[in-house]
């Protein structure tokens, strides 16, 4: 099959209903960071079936970091339906971004797909201007690009992965925000992707736990920086999640009983994650700022 092939796949958003999300993911791993959709066997759930816009973000102009796969991708796409043109911000997983784009051009919206790192500032500059240039403004920041490094020991952990975790993680959204101030304005909204792991912790995540941890610090903190300007920042802390970057960071054992110790007993999918998203970045959370919501199949977090 070639690349344009799979590609025209990927562009068919894999959809099912609540009662249909799988309970088991397989055991199976890749060999590059951050993952591939496309080598995924078992295809995350990007939007319900029964999923219906209702122009809740009509004519808006959206970035989404990590907008390739994942959980970027289900928010993509439930941005698109919800009557939004939408920028990704990826990496170099290309075809991965292509399919999301032909997703989000499928909405009848307009996408832009932006290759590069977001741990440098000049990148985030030029992607911001970028987007303002070719879609004609900003309004909604969603940065959700992250990557982590399993280690059994924190003396595992060197300086050069310390760095480049907490630069794409948490920098970054330094980076962007400053880069979308000028273009942001009174009812305009920020959301962060953070994690379960900001509150529970993770013994084999310490540094990617604790740039989550400053993340949520950084969507209180921003909130209430930004509450004159009539700008909500708000995040999502999703549980365990089906996504390419849980085969490409963790082992086969690891990976076949991701999701398996929560309350409902199995993994979430993207699907059920973007939706926080959308209310997030609409009016139905007018009144909602420096908060996080904590899709994650039911542990209690008190967050």
């Not at 794409?168 to 925000?177: A, D, E, P, V």
Request: proline share 6%.
């Amino acid at each position: 099959m070639t690349n344009e092939e799979k590609s025209s796949q990927n562009a068919q958003p894999e959809t099912a209903s609540t009662q249909e999300m799988p309970q088991q993911v397989p055991a199976e791993t890749q060999q590059k960071e951050p993952g591939s959709e496309a080598e995924m066997s078992l295809t995350p759930v990007v939007i319900r079936d029964d999923y219906k816009g209702s122009d809740k973000l009509k004519g808006k102009v959206a970035l989404i970091t990590g907008g390739d796969s994942g959980i970027g991708r289900a928010v993509a796409v439930h941005f698109a339906r919800e009557g939004a043109d939408v920028a990704i911000v990826y990496l170099d997983e290309h075809e991965d971004a292509q399919a999301t784009l032909e997703m989000v051009q499928a909405e009848g919206r307009r996408g832009l797909c932006i290759a590069g790192d977001i741990g440098d500032v000049q990148f985030c500059q030029d992607a911001v201007k970028q987007v303002v240039q070719e879609l004609g403004g900003l309004n909604v920041l969603v940065n959700n690009a992250a990557e982590q490094h399993p280690r059994e020991k924190i003396t595992e952990i060197s300086p050069e992965q310390l760095e480049r975790t907490f630069r794409t993680n948490i920098f970054s959204m330094f980076y962007l925000t400053q880069a979308a101030m000028p273009h942001l304005q009174k009812g305009d909204c920020i959301v962060n992707s953070t994690s379960i792991t900001a509150y529970k912790g993770s013994p084999q995540l310490l540094d990617y736990s604790s740039t989550k941890g400053a993340i949520v610090a950084f969507t209180r903190s921003l909130s209430q920086n930004l509450a004159e300007q009539g700008i909500r920042v708000n995040a999502v802390a999703p549980g365990p999640i089906w996504t390419p970057l849980i085969p490409s960071t963790f082992d086969r054992e690891r990976v076949g009983e991701h999701g398996q110790d929560t309350p409902l007993g199995r993994p979430g999918q993207p699907a059920e994650v973007a939706p926080s998203y959308v209310f997030l970045a609409s009016e139905d959370s007018s009144y909602i700022s420096g908060q996080v919501l904590h899709p994650n199949g039911g542990d209690v977090v008190n967050g």
